[in-house]
């Protein structure tokens, strides 16, 4: 009897599972496994967002694999000193997992690569797993990877994605002892609105928004009261949605909106691609700017809080702290006021959305706000979203701030973004403070940090 081990990381589901399919395929039983690895949470990274969110993919993954006859076996402990115990246990002469970007998947895999050496058992790394296309599908001439969007893109569309992978249909799992799955209910500090995790609840999300809200995509998707984003960030970070897969199903679905969202997912694949070529950019300046960066602490409490003054700034900040997720246009008027307006290290903003964040991704999170910052891949580094400006085109009635500031709700369309202009008497039944800074103070102080002014 062969048995091989299926090793789950970011890949939390059975469709599209290229991995899960290879170990089906060659052996007479696999052993699905996951490693609660203590290091996560040395690292920081196991905010309870993220592992509340993280329980519910495990119990949908395991009741997937128990409706193909397996189910999922828990270990806890450094995961290549456990795989390496189950291979012992079971005789297993493969291990499949999938290709990951940072460095931390990197030394794993050079762990379990050394480990399985020593038992003769070989370990399998799949691409294009984790992302619609690997990171090193395509490249420039003479460079290891694309360092500016669009030509990316370009060679990204020409490429093509990988076919999907059917589900297996059974599964045969040996004997083997496990623990138990982990409780949502018992990870305390939750976003109250943290939304459900799983591959079910992912795949029943994509179908109502290929149905539903694919198709004014292009037209809404900056729309912060309309909330016309898929949501399904969280579970693409999980691996609960296959990003190959949801390229497919949104080109079959097609048009502008269709395309606009298929052109987010290759904006993924590119933060990947450029952090498997730079895992130092998870820490440090893609481009440095010899910036030497403010360190207010009662600035960056206040924008933590949100509680700034800025209004749009201050509910995309409340969003994120009720809800484990924030608009994207509100991530980045957030991101932009912090390190171009109050001039903070973007390293500071990164990690704060990290531990908020549900789709708290390294690769996206980081370069992201690097790009924000003008520290990573933008073309035009010194770029500054006015907040004002950017509240008025994409909340012009003041939704979006009433819903998340309400001490804000009893302004018109016409005051809410700058509540600091009514007059005094009014202003005073207002808990709310006034703004840190002035945003020409501001642009102001970036210039002049940067060299500009």
């Not at 059974?170 to 949502?184: F, I, K, N, Q, S």
């Not at 999980?238 to 904006?267: I, K, N, T, Y």
């Not at 996206?364 to 933008?378: E, I, P």
Request: with cysteine; charged share 25%; aromatic share 6%.
């Amino acid at each position: 009897m062969t048995v091989s081990v299926m090793l789950f990381t970011s890949d939390l589901r059975v469709h599209d599972q290229p991995a899960l399919a290879a170990a089906v395929r060659e052996a007479d039983e696999v052993v699905p496994l996951f490693v609660l690895d203590p290091g996560v949470g040395k690292s920081g990274f196991a905010a309870p967002n993220r592992r509340a969110f993280l329980a519910d993919c495990l119990a949908s993954l395991d009741t997937g694999l128990r409706q193909r006859g397996g189910r999922l076996v828990i270990r806890a402990g450094e995961t290549a000193g456990q795989v390496r115990r189950v291979v012992a246990e079971t005789g297993a002469r493969s291990v499949h997992v999938a290709a990951g970007v940072s460095a931390y998947a990197r030394r794993r895999e050079d762990r379990l690569r050394a480990e399985l050496a020593g038992v003769r058992c070989e370990l399998r790394v799949h691409d294009g797993v984790v992302t619609a296309l690997p990171p090193g599908a395509v490249t420039p001439a003479n460079r290891d990877h694309f360092a500016v969007f669009t030509p990316y893109f370009r060679r990204w569309e020409a490429t093509g994605t990988r076919p999907v992978t059917a589900a297996p249909r059974t599964l045969r799992v040996p004997e083997l002892a496990g623990h138990p799955l982990p409780d949502r209910a018992a990870v305390t500090g939750l976003s109250p609105a943290l939304p459900r995790g799983g591959e079910h609840e992912g795949r029943a999300r994509l179908r109502a928004w290929l149905a539903r809200g694919v198709s004014a995509y292009e037209d809404r998707h900056d729309d912060l009261p309309g909330d016309a984003t898929s949501r399904l960030s969280p579970h693409l970070h999980f691996g609960a949605l296959s990003a190959a897969e949801l390229v497919h199903r949104a080109r079959r679905a097609g048009g502008p909106g269709a395309d606009a969202f298929v052109r987010q997912l290759a904006w993924r694949d590119f933060h990947h691609q450029v952090l498997a070529a730079r895992p130092d950019a998870a820490h440090a300046d893609y481009r440095p700017r010899g910036d030497r960066w403010r360190d207010d602490e009662k600035e960056i409490a206040a924008w933590k809080e949100g509680r700034t003054g800025c209004p749009v700034v201050d509910a995309g900040m409340r969003q994120l702290a009720h809800e484990g997720w924030m608009h994207n246009r509100a991530r980045l008027l957030t991101a932009s006021y912090l390190t171009k307006t109050l001039y903070v290290d973007w390293r500071v903003g990164a990690r704060h959305f990290l531990d908020l964040l549900v789709d708290g991704d390294l690769a996206n999170n980081q370069l992201n706000w690097q790009w924000v910052a003008g520290t990573g891949t933008d073309t035009r580094p010194n770029r500054i979203l006015n907040p004002l400006a950017q509240a008025r085109r994409f909340d012009p009635r003041g939704e979006y701030v009433r819903r998340w500031v309400p001490e804000l709700a009893e302004l018109g369309a016409a005051e809410i973004h700058r509540p600091e202009s009514i007059d005094a008497d009014r202003r005073s039944r207002l808990d709310y403070p006034d703004p840190l800074i002035d945003p020409a103070e501001g642009r102001a102080r970036f210039a002049r940090a940067r060299g500009l002014d």
